[in-house]
């Protein structure tokens, strides 16, 4: 019998035994510690629109209650964080970002009582909740612009952007201040009957812009990021970020001419302009400084780790890319979205995806890259890379490019088991205010933003109720139930993926070298992390290639294969590797 004196020896002496040897508990610490702080660097971060996830109280809308229903499945599968697309109180002109109160949660989503349990919920599986911050406008409905267009010497007037007409009169509102366009057509600047002045709005008409030359919106949005970090998310989304400034002396635009000189009409009938004096101005670095600093001072007491700033980053260049991460001194974003890459190309370019991916690992200054191929703004993968009959093996090999090159990955629900495109097909049942709007040119967004997949029961088990937007016909047979239960499925093609991008330090951590780059049919590269390196080959056409990888600094006699497209063989060596129609091979030397 062991006495009481004896056991917190004996058990002191277990611990050393079966947890020390060869262990620096304070080395181990501080790795943990890093490994906290940095967690967003190797991150995989999945968006969803709440609308169209899961409904769990039957009126066909999606709800946050539906996201917490489906946490095992995104642990499963492998993710670190949720983006959430806007779940703010809005008058849903265009689906939550038109923002009518930014401390709260749309009743048709849910309370703040149920995001509070979503975030604890997704905290016990190391799931991070992330939030959309929409800065550059807000709702036509929102107190802060109900008061602005009160009147002129309103104190909430100068929160957004008022001016006079050209030739306005007492009985005429004259014309627009200039001949900026808004995204979702027509012209940017909207007539207000009460105070006799236009406002600006860069998107919807109920969306005004608010006026960034005010300090008292640096203030706001300061205490916007702080509310939410006290109820437990990690950071946020910033939405339409190059946007916040335009042309103090409010210049038109140029027109943009084809190449024989003439004016190009747009979807919406417009003539379309370049959009310099609305977009890229440099104070939004500014803004961001500042907004990284009051993130950055904010304490991390509800789950520990950085909390991190993703930006919507549509810019010209790498080097307007680098731009947005900042300096050391004055920090802006940990991840402005890469869309150069999965964004920027939309068709299988081998020498276009070696020269982006390259730029991302060279010329960001050592900065981790975000890479992103599809969010709720775009059509799917099958609509921008499928031809109707590989979507599958294309899908497989967009993923791969995704998860496999050095950096961060955001990727869109419903990605993981290959949902498709699905707009709609008569004007009357066209719900986006884009495609009411550009129609038949221009059919809106509600093609990639129909309900998830569940099962192939009614609704595909999105809801008991009939959802906001219909189902497709493709969801008897893509759908969560069936991939989960299929080996060789996208869903557990992506969940591998996420697996070696975790578990294998070269994928995780290591260089990103292109390799056999006069290959015009094949991408391929290697990630090396000290003796640890991976080669990964994908084939961009529908024909069979062999490749040899083989250099002077890359040479093995055999490999061991990691990941392969369904029903490929094992390669003898490096220097013969068979690839399938849009096949994929992944081994480590």
């Known amino acids: 019998m062991i006495t009481k004196s004896l056991r917190p020896i004996l058990f002191v002496m277990a611990f050393m035994f079966f947890v020390l040897p060869g262990t620096n508990l304070s080395a181990q610490s501080d790795k943990d510690s890093a490994n906290l702080k940095d967690w967003w660097k190797n991150a995989v971060i999945y968006e969803i629109y709440p609308r169209s996830f899961q409904d769990t109280n039957n009126d066909g809308l999606g709800d946050i209650n539906g996201i917490t229903a489906h946490l095992d499945y995104l642990h499963e599968l492998g993710i670190d964080a949720i983006w959430i697309s806007p779940c703010y109180p809005s008058p849903q002109a265009d689906f ?34 992330m939030m959309d911050m929409v800065m550059n406008h807000s709702s036509d409905k929102h107190k802060w612009f109900e008061e602005s267009r009160k009147s002129k010497t309103n104190p909430y007037r100068d929160w957004y952007v008022w001016h006079d007409g050209k030739g306005e009169t007492a009985t005429d509102k004259g014309q627009p201040p200039n001949n900026w366009l808004s995204e979702f057509g027509h012209s940017a600047w909207e007539w207000d009957e009460t105070t006799r002045q236009y406002y600006y709005h860069k998107f919807y008409i109920g969306q005004p812009d608010v006026n960034w030359d005010n300090p008292k919106i640096h203030d706001a949005f300061k205490d916007i990021m702080r509310f939410w970090y006290k109820h437990g998310v990690v950071g946020f989304r910033f939405d339409a970020i190059t946007t916040l400034y335009e042309d103090p002396k409010l210049e038109d635009e140029e027109y943009v001419k084809d190449k024989d000189g003439n004016i190009v009409i747009n979807a919406y009938g417009d003539k379309t302009t370049d959009g310099k004096k609305t977009e890229f101005y440099p104070q939004v670095h500014d803004v961001m400084v500042e907004m990284r600093k009051a993130s950055d001072e904010f304490p991390s007491n509800k789950f520990p780790g950085t909390h991190v700033l993703v930006g919507e980053t549509y810019v010209p260049t790498i080097n307007d890319l680098a731009k947005l991460y900042g300096t050391p001194e004055k920090p802006e974003f940990h991840l402005p979205m890469d869309t150069q890459i999965g964004l920027g190309i939309n068709k299988f370019d081998v020498a276009a995806f070696r020269t982006r991916i390259s730029e991302a690992e060279t010329k960001l200054n050592g900065n981790i890259p975000l890479i992103v191929f599809d969010n709720h703004d775009n059509p799917r993968l099958d609509a921008r890379f499928g031809d109707g009959v590989h979507d599958t093996d294309i899908q497989r090999a967009v993923s791969t490019i995704l998860f496999m090159t050095r950096g961060a990955s955001l990727f869109y629900y419903g990605d993981e088991i290959g949902m498709k495109t699905t707009p709609p097909t008569r004007k009357e049942d066209v ?52 991939e989960t239960a299929d080996p060789n499925s996208l869903f557990h093609w992506y969940q591998k993926l996420i697996e070696l991008k975790k578990t294998n330090d070269a994928i995780a951590h290591g260089d990103n070298v292109m390799l056999d780059q006069s290959n015009t049919n094949v991408l391929s590269w290697i990630r090396a992390s000290g003796p640890n390196r991976v080669v990964i080959s994908v084939n961009f056409t529908a024909q069979p290639q062999t490749v040899n990888l083989s250099t002077p600094d890359v040479q093995a006699k055999s490999l061991k294969t990691l990941l392969k497209s369904p ?14 129609p849009f096949g994929v091979y992944i081994g480590q030397l």
Do not use: C
């Open 567 to 580: 029903g490929a063989t094992d390669p003898g060596n490096i220097s013969h590797i068979e690839l399938g």
């Open 96 to 129: 939550g970002y038109d923002i009518s109160d930014y401390k709260n949660i749309d009743p048709a989503y849910g309370t703040l009582a149920d995001f509070d349990r979503l975030v604890a919920e997704a905290k016990k599986r190391n799931i991070r909740i």
């Open 431 to 482: 719900k986006d205010p884009v495609g009411v709007t550009g129609w038949p040119k221009e059919k809106g967004r509600d093609g990639e933003r129909t309900p998830m997949q569940w099962d192939d029961s009614k609704n595909a088990g999105f809801s008991n109720a009939a959802p906001w937007l219909p189902v497709p016909p493709s969801y008897t047979s893509i759908n969560v139930k069936a």
